[in-house]
């Protein structure tokens, strides 16, 4: 049984240029408090694999702890991330991707303090550097909270507390008091699924400083959100698990920030031609009556665009 007051874990997959400094990373962390590391490799059809286990052959570590997966599990029912999570024990829990890094020895150091020291907050998070192959700044801001709580409003404008990476939280995994209905949903955006699940639990502080790097390629240039190609039938679905998610647990306030993002998600489609007018209205029909009453808390509430006329495109 490990005593580790933090769990690590690192899913890699065709990060053979990256993964080496996103372990070092780890490895440099100044810290009072023990640590455990999980490491995934999933399949990977580049050279991922051989710099895995030479890092693993040149770092004798018993914190870390390495798994070669025999079948990539992207597909399977327990993913890579989802079965390393599984044995993550620790009071705290982390992932770090294998082509991301940290860059403050005193990252692990400073949030776990931050927690130990205000019980009244769940998770915390921080600023991060957007950077390129290169290792390099690449001109892209990450859409980040700058505000010292993370809250519904910033998550429906479409803020985040920080990149993944930055999110250090108690064991959601391992916390019986944390509905696992989203966490569990695997694909898409499960960054925001696990950010949304614990501000319906409890609060998330957001550090005003810039402790990691998160790569992000592309051959756009400046565009932050790249990249995905656009599948409506996926977006809707989960804008419907979160709605479901906010029923079961009787959040009436999420519940109102789950409707109105299902409604971006609908008028966002029919305006960019995916849905017509038919389906758009069939679709956003069951909340209609609902969605009136939750427009003046979202006018009062959200630092963005509303879309008062949603229903009548």
Request: proline share 2%; glycine share 4%; aromatic share 12%.
């Amino acid at each position: 049984m490990s005593n580790a007051v933090i769990s690590i874990f690192v899913p890699t997959f065709n990060h053979e240029n990256y993964i080496a400094r996103a372990l070092d990373s780890i490895l440099m962390q100044k810290t009072q408090y023990s640590y455990e590391v999980f490491v995934g490799e999933d399949c990977s059809t580049d050279n991922t694999r051989q710099v895995v286990k030479d890092w693993e052959a040149a770092h004798p570590d018993d914190r870390f702890h390495f798994f070669y997966r025999q079948q990539n599990m992207h597909n399977s029912g327990l993913t890579n991330t989802n079965d390393l999570k599984s044995r993550c024990k620790g009071k705290y829990i982390i992932g770090l991707e294998g082509d991301d890094f940290w860059t403050d020895d005193q990252k692990l150091e400073k949030q776990i303090s931050f927690l130990e020291a205000h019980p009244q907050y769940y998770a915390v998070a921080h600023n991060c550097t957007v950077v390129g192959k290169d290792h390099l700044p690449n001109g892209e801001t990450y859409p980040e909270c700058k505000d010292t709580e993370y809250t519904f409003r910033h998550f429906a404008s479409q803020i985040l507390p920080g990149q993944y990476t930055t999110f250090l939280s108690r064991n959601y995994w391992t916390d019986p008091q944390i509905d696992k209905t989203l966490l569990s949903i695997s694909g898409g955006a499960g960054d925001q699924r696990i950010y949304f699940s614990i501000l319906c639990f409890g609060r998330i502080y957001c550090m005003q400083e810039n402790m990691s790097a998160y790569r992000h390629i592309t051959n756009t240039g400046t565009s932050f959100s790249a990249t995905n190609r656009y599948n409506f039938e996926r977006l809707e679905a989960d804008a419907l698990a979160y709605l479901e998610f906010t029923r079961k647990i009787g959040h009436a306030q999420a519940e109102k920030y789950a409707e109105f993002q299902y409604l971006r998600t609908l008028r966002h489609a029919y305006r960019t031609g995916h849905i017509d007018i038919t389906r758009f209205k069939a679709c956003s029909a069951h909340i209609h009556n609902k969605l009136r009453s939750s427009l003046m808390l979202l006018k009062r509430d959200i630092n963005c665009r509303i879309l008062h006329k949603s229903l009548h495109v």
